[in-house]
């Protein structure tokens, strides 16, 4: 009875254990290959429960998530042999299983060694063609993009995608930075200076012209007031020739009136004329004899 049970019990262990050499799972983050004598027999595995041969086909699986690099205190060169540190980091994805197999081996350390190593080459080349100020006022996205696609290609041949390569910092020597800043600021001193100049010159032409304008606007004023004016003085000394010829002595004592009003309205007033003059003729009487 002993020996039966045992050998159920082998039996049944041989058979798990055939099950488990015969099945693999493959999980939602992976990338799975079935290899035989490192020939690759089939790739493309969705994610579950997937049958081999035992003993015989070996899988493979590789991270298939976007992983990141950092890479920090990288020493490169400018075009005038001055030196930077460089921090950044690398952002790719394995795509291609297959081709990402056959060309690494299925090492991910050595992929990650590849890719590296093309992104620091770019960022080299990109950093040796350009002079300490330039990199110090240039637009980080443009070092990178440089070299992006190139780099994309090359990683493309490892069935790796690069997704970015961001740099972060960029640190200088403390007596590098002094000299670089000061030069700097020196060429943006000069520059502010131009665009003032530049600014005077603009400000000149635009008040002369405004200044112009304005002289004719004020003559053209001046003589559609002198027409108004003109006009004006020619239809009351019509009026007044009209109502003169109506009732001429009416129109003489109303401008007489005026010239009371005018000559008389203020206090401590003076005025010297004869008495018998025509001045004080309505002052006299309201109804002075008609001549």
């Known amino acids: 009875m002993g020996s039966r049970i045992l050998g159920l019990l082998v039996a049944l262990l041989g058979v798990i254990l055939l099950v488990s050499a015969s099945t693999f799972v493959v999980r939602e983050q992976q990338l799975a290959l079935r290899v035989q004598l490192s020939r690759i027999v089939e790739s493309d ?27 920090d205190g990288e020493q490169f060169l400018t075009s005038e042999s001055q030196g930077l540190t460089v921090a950044y980091y690398i952002k790719w994805q394995i795509r291609d299983a297959p081709k990402f197999f056959q060309a690494t081996g299925g090492d991910e350390q050595r992929a990650e060694a590849l890719v590296g190593q093309t992104i620091q080459d770019g960022i080299k080349n990109a950093v040796a063609r350009r002079t300490l100020r330039d990199i110090v006022i240039s637009d980080r996205q443009q070092v990178t993009g440089e070299f992006m696609e190139r780099s994309s290609e090359e990683l493309a041949k490892l069935g790796v995608h690069l997704i970015d390569v961001r740099v972060q910092s960029i640190d200088l020597q403390d007596d590098v930075a002094a000299r670089v800043y000061e030069s700097m600021k020196q060429s943006f001193e000069g520059i502010a200076r131009t665009q003032r100049g530049e600014g005077d010159r603009e400000q ?28 004006g ?31 008389l309205g203020q206090e401590r007033d003076l005025i010297v004329v004869s008495p018998d003059g025509e001045f004080f003729k309505y002052l006299k009487s309201p109804t002075p004899n008609r001549r």
């Open 45 to 71: 595995y969705k994610p579950g429960l997937h049958f081999k041969v035992p003993f015989v086909d070996k899988v493979v699986s590789f991270d298939r998530r976007v992983l990141t690099r950092r890479y």
């Open 233 to 263: 003085e020619s239809a009351a000394a019509a009026i007044y020739a009209s109502a003169y010829n109506r009732n001429p002595e009416f129109y003489s004592f109303y401008r007489s009136l005026q010239a009371y009003r005018t000559s």
């Open 204 to 231: 000149q032409i635009v008040r002369a012209e405004a200044e112009r304008k304005r002289t004719e606007i004020i003559a053209k004023a001046n003589a559609d007031a002198a027409r108004i004016r003109g006009e």
